[in-house]
């Protein structure tokens, strides 16, 4: 099966370029379900791929495709690596994928742009399994962009409408200030060890001084920061819930956010090399859990909360990778992907069903209309919140108890942040699920009442089923008792095994998963009895909250006005009247100081020309005849 | 040094000079209203010079760094000026780029009204600029790059919009004052090499030998340089570009933007780097610094343009100063990759004004103001708009991003602070296009706008070679390299590059020329 890695993109690429050429003719139901299919097709070939390296004794695979760019010293291929972490990551990608696309099946029924959507979709999975799989870094920057373009699309799929436009315009501007620490990161690299390819830059990672080692970190961090929505770029992805429902899922939540978490991972050798950087990485990640975790305490757009609860699980994955616990990140990440598609796509069962609407004050006794989707989201629920025995109880308290040992005081702050996600998602689920229906009733702003909630279509349920299962069991991939046959064993060679050290004594180990286990009960009972009964509480979201620490307002000032103004200052003042008009002083001078002359010539150009044209011509086939 | 010449039993190079000036000859001679026989002829005879354009490509030798295809022939020895004429890795894909966009021009582009004087001159243009191309002897070289000037002047005055005549005249009067300075310094530079040699010639392989002082050779390769810089343009030299584009014919904008310019950064490569290396290398710092100002400049001036012609016109002033960046950055990947970005900048630019053509014919404006919601009515249109629009943004996968890319990781081995600063570049062309796109293509289309018909089978069919090269270029660009990258290393090695460091990856082995088979001039 290993021989056929290349199918994993290309069977979604292909999907991709049937629907593009032919979409529209084929009709919707027909573009669903071969956009669905490609990516179904996809996942079988992982499983395939995945049982055939665990029956390899040398876990690392490399397929050639083809040359792409080679220009002297610079030989890039498109080549892929199949190795644990990329297996790993091509697995739960396909898996979620393929839910979303059926999901997405359901409910983008009907929109004008159906095949359209499938398009974009089938193209973001063929990027992103190119990202994972690349071999080097340049192409897993190619799969890297492409997740990128795709984003756009699908945040501005409803183009007609201003804000989606700009919250897509947005997304893609600030993954390109991030890109161009990939593109800094990369060129260093160059410098230092004449390639690209990830195997041959860590057999020289000898080469690299501390100072270009912190560089490369940092410059890749950057990157990252805007992929995964970390500070300081994270500001786009609260405005990229303007996607349809399914994109959250898919791209602003399983997949493509965890994309920056992946290239640190892969990356792991070189940022071994300076504890400096991984420093940074983890006060990065986890100022930016906190600081989502508070933010999503405060908002009151289901989509948002979801979004900000995104920024701040990547958050704790970043901060696992700066403690050098990659394979905790990795186990994080799996499990994220499954609970939060799995909220995502509840979300959106909620949204559908009650005709748009994602004000969680408008919300409230669902749980009697829409039981399936009310079962699920329980699950996701106390999987993201903490609760044992369910997904985040074992992956974020991996997390946790690597950076107690590493750092105790970013431990205190994730500790505060996982109260916090406790609070803020049980404040989500009640508001959703329980207490009064207020969508029966008119809005704060008089808005009309809603009309009664529906469960939504199977080909929805469907997969938040699967999804509720699967957050259940993906826990089983990495329990604390069985480091010998799951996901760190099967990991460890990827990180030099020696980077896992194994936990303190199990005492330890008990007391920081006690304590894990008790601050989440807290947040959850206290969540309990503040939103129970009310869903508009003020003082309990603050406007600096829910205006995310005023964050967006300050690049403004910063940064937007002053470039809009100084672009609006070069093309009025520095061009026009500066360099044209020194231009066209220079020219008017000479034309004053040619007037003599100019009495005993037409003065036009257009003659001259002529002239100049029939002289060059016939100078020209002169020369012709001559020479031959 | 040796200069390797081969020479070709089929004349290439005089057939794709001869046929479009055959056919602007017959099209002039063609009465006014026989529009259908105008349109043939000249589409035959461009669509003939692309085939023997292809017919060049497929018999070059892409291992072979030399000039191959060369004829030489003295035609005045007391002027010591000669037929000389060849093609390189270099000059190749611009003949290819040339002789593929006039007949795209012809077919999308052809203009209503006086279509005989239109295709007429749009064809002696593409002999001005295939002759500037090929030519060898700096007087000949001269010659094209005048006759080019001529064409497009008439082409702006003739078809252009209301402050035509203005844009024309400053597009002219300004670039024909630059190559005064450029004939003045051929002149020199030939006089030197005769006093020295006692022997009068204006052929590039026999000046290339010529020794300069420090000062002369700085003052010539200036007066080179201004001419081209002009051209280019380079910052700060590029107002008359913003106006002539915009003022032009869609077809005059094309060939313009995407053609006539890459005359100036040619001249660069082909004369700078090789008659002058010393001055190029001394004055390198400086010509980065206006590449780097340029890449970020003209981002900021696109983002205030207020039109869609301006906006491209200002985002080519940036990917000129790509070019020129990986120019004067001296090493195999930055000069490939400037060579590749000389084409694919003239493949995007020619989408977009073939695009922005189509627009004003439907909708009469091309103010950003005027247009929006075009997606809603034009879906097609928007969809090829947006992969110009990420190909020039630096999408990888599509053509613009291998350029970019190689120029800016061969110019960071170098200059890394330059290069730095460039790559800001990258976030700066992605807020302008796309900033432009929201405005113009989404939002709800009201009025005029949501009456705008979707790209015509016959317009995509005219765009699709456009679109195809964007896609191949980016995915499999090797076919392409391998055929520029031995010419570069040969241009570097013959600029001798001196206290070279090993990590600057100047290639020293001498380049080998399979199938040579005239050594030419020695020096």
């Known amino acids: 099966m290993l021989n056929v890695a290349y199918l994993l993109p290309a069977l979604p690429l292909a999907g991709f370029l049937i629907l593009a050429l032919f979409g529209r003719r084929l009709g919707d139901k027909a573009s669903g379900t071969i956009g669905t299919i490609a990516v179904g097709l996809s996942f079988l070939v992982a499983v395939g791929v995945f049982f055939d390296l665990i029956s390899k004794s040398n876990r690392e695979f490399t397929q050639n495709l083809f040359t792409w760019i080679p220009v002297g010293t610079l030989q890039v291929k498109v080549a892929l ?67 990128g373009v795709c984003s756009y699309w699908l945040v501005s799929f409803y183009f007609e ?12 501007i600030y993954n390109r200030v991030g890109d161009v620490g990939i593109l800094l990161a990369m060129f260093l690299i160059f410098q230092t060890t004449g390639t690209l390819n990830y195997l041959s830059i860590f057999a020289d990672k000898g080469a690299f001084s501390s100072l270009t080692a912190l560089l490369v970190v940092l410059a890749l961090l950057l990157g990252a920061s805007g992929k995964s929505a970390q500070i300081p770029l994270f500001n786009w992805l609260p405005d990229a819930m303007e996607g349809p429902t399914p994109v959250s899922a898919l791209i602003h939540a399983a997949t493509m956010v965890t994309a920056g978490v992946y290239l640190l991972c892969r990356m792991n050798p070189i940022l071994n090399l300076s504890s400096g950087a991984q420093v940074t990485i983890a006060v990065i990640g986890a100022a930016t859990a906190f600081v989502a975790a508070t933010v999503a305490t405060s908002q009151s757009d289901i989509k948002k909360v979801l979004a900000f609860s995104t920024v701040s699980q990547i958050g704790y994955m970043v901060l696992a990778v700066g403690s050098g616990a990659y394979i905790a990140a990795i186990f994080l990440m799996v499990c994220h992907a499954f609970y939060k598609a799995l909220l995502f796509l ?61 750092y105790p005081a970013l431990w205190v702050l994730g500790l505060v942040t996982a109260l916090l996600t406790a609070y803020y998602m049980s404040r989500l689920f009640y508001l959703t699920f329980t207490g009064k229906a207020r969508f029966s009733e008119p809005g704060p702003n008089g808005e009309p009442a809603l009309p009664t909630p529906h469960e939504s279509p199977w080909s929805m349920r469907l997969p938040l ?65 503040i939103w129970r009964t009310r869903a508009i509480q003020p003082k309990l979201t603050p406007a600096f909250l829910k205006n995310v620490w005023y964050w967006d307002n300050f690049y403004d000032t910063i940064i937007g006005r002053p470039l809009t103004k100084l672009s609006t200052f070069s093309y009025d003042v520095i061009d026009t009247k500066v360099i044209d008009g020194a231009v066209n002083g220079a020219g008017a001078l000479a034309t004053r100081s040619a007037s003599r002359l100019r009495r005993i010539q037409t003065g036009q150009v257009r003659q001259y020309a002529l002239i100049l044209t029939a002289g060059i011509v016939a100078l020209l086939i002169f020369l012709l005849t001559r020479a031959f | 040094m040796t200069h390797y010449l081969t020479q070709s039993s089929f004349p290439y190079v005089a057939i794709l000079l001869l046929v ?163 004939l003045v310094g051929i002149i ?68 313009l933007s995407a053609v006539l310019a890459k005359l100036g950064t040619y001249g660069i490569l082909r004369f700078d780097l090789t008659l002058f290396p010393h001055a190029s290398k001394v004055a390198a710092p400086v010509l980065l610094t206006l590449a780097v100002i340029g890449i970020l400049y003209g981002a900021f001036v696109a983002c205030a343009a207020r039109d869609l012609k301006r906006l491209v016109a200002y985002s080519s002033v940036a990917q000129v100063g790509f070019i020129v960046l990986g120019t004067f950055a001296f090493s195999t990947q930055a000069l490939t990759g400037a060579v590749l970005l000389m084409l694919n900048h003239g493949i995007i630019t020619a989408g977009f ?72 570049g990258v976030v700066a ?56 990258e031995p010419t570069v290393n040969r241009v570097l090695d013959e600029m001798v590059v001196a206290n070279c460091p090993p990590h600057l990856l100047c290639s020293t082995s001498p380049v080998t020329m399979p199938g040579a088979n005239m050594p030419g001039a020695t020096k």
């Open chain 1, 161 to 172: 409408k201003d804000s989606a436009a700009s919250a897509g315009k947005k997304a893609f």
């Open chain 2, 188 to 255: 020199y530079i030939a006089a030197v090499h005769a006093s020295q040699t006692h022997h009068l010639t204006f052929s590039l392989l026999a000046l290339q030998g010529t020794h300069l002082s420090g000062v002369a050779g700085m003052l010539v390769f200036i007066a080179f340089t201004f001419a081209f810089a002009i051209k280019a343009p380079i910052f700060p030299f590029h107002t008359w570009s913003p106006d002539a584009y915009a003022e032009a014919p869609t077809g005059a904008s094309i060939v």
């Open chain 2, 353 to 424: 004004f073939l695009l922005i053509g189509w627009l004003v014919k439907q909708r009469g404006s091309f103010r950003i103001a005027d247009l929006k919601g075009l997606q809603g009515p034009a879906p097609i249109m928007a969809a090829i708009f947006t992969i110009v629009m990420l190909a020039s943004i630096g999408l990888p996968g599509l053509n613009g991003f291998v350029s970019e890319y190689l120029v800016l990781i061969g110019t960071f081995v170098v200059h890394q602070w330059w290069a730095a600063i460039a790559t800001l």
């Open chain 1, 81 to 147: 690596l199949v190795d644990p972490l990329s297996v790993t990551m091509i697995l739960f990608v396909t898996f979620i994928s393929t839910l979303i696309h059926l999901y997405s099946m359901g409910y983008m029924h009907g929109e004008r742009d159906y095949a359209k959507f499938f398009v974009y979709l089938n193209l973001f999975v063929a990027s992103m399994l190119l990202l994972v799989l690349a071999n080097n870094l340049l192409l897993t920057f190619v799969g890297w962009e492409g997740v």
């Open chain 1, 465 to 529: 089923v699967l999804l509720a299962i699967g957050s259940i069991l993906v826990s089983l991939i990495d329990l604390p008792w069985m480091h010998n046959h799951d996901l760190v064993s099967f990991l460890s060679p990827v990180f030099n095994g020696d980077l896992y050290e194994p936990h303190e004594s199990a005492s330890l180990q008990y007391i920081l998963a006690t304590i894990d286990a008790v601050v989440a009960v807290i947040g959850i009972v206290v969540a309990w009895f």
């Open chain 2, 20 to 182: 479009p000036l055959i056919g602007s000859i017959a099209v002039a001679l063609l009465h006014d209203a026989q529009k259908a026989a105008i349109r043939w002829v000249g589409l035959a005879a461009s669509l003939v010079t692309l085939g023997v354009a292809v017919a060049l490509l497929i018999a070059f030798k892409a291992s072979d760094g030399g000039y191959q295809f060369v004829t030489q022939h003295t035609w005045a020895s007391t002027l010591g000026i000669s037929w000389l004429t060849g093609v390189d890795g270099i000059s190749l894909f611009m003949i290819l780029l040339t002789a593929l966009l006039i007949p795209i021009v012809l077919l999308g582009a052809n203009e209503e009204r006086r279509t005989k004087s239109f295709v007429a001159w749009m064809l002696l243009l593409e002999v001005g600029c295939i002759g500037a191309f090929v030519s060898l002897d700096l007087v000949l070289f001269f010659l094209f790059f005048e006759l080019t000037l001529i064409p497009s002047y008439f082409l702006i005055t003739g078809w252009g919009g209301a402050n035509r005549a203005a844009a024309a005249t400053k597009f002219f009067v300004y670039t024909f004052f630059g190559s005064a300075f450029l």
């Open chain 2, 429 to 484: 062309a992605a807020m302008y296009l796309l900033w432009a796109y929201q405005r113009v293509f989404q939002g709800k289309a009201e009025g005029a706008n949501a009456k705008i018909r979707d790209l015509s089978w016959a317009e995509r069919g005219v765009i699709a070679p456009l679109i195809a090269l964007i896609i191949f270029l980016g995915v499999f660009p090797k076919p392409v390299l391998d055929r520029i």
């Open chain 1, 346 to 406: 509840g979300a959106g069962s909620v949204i559908h069903g009650l005709d748009g609407e994602q004000e969680i004050d408008r919300m409230g006794a669902l749980r009697k209309f829409m039981p399936w989707t009310y079962a699920t989201f329980l699950i996701a629920w106390l999987s993201i919140a903490g609760v044992p025995p369910f997904a985040s109880f074992w992956s974020k308290g991996d997390v946790l108890d690597n950076v107690y040992r590493r």
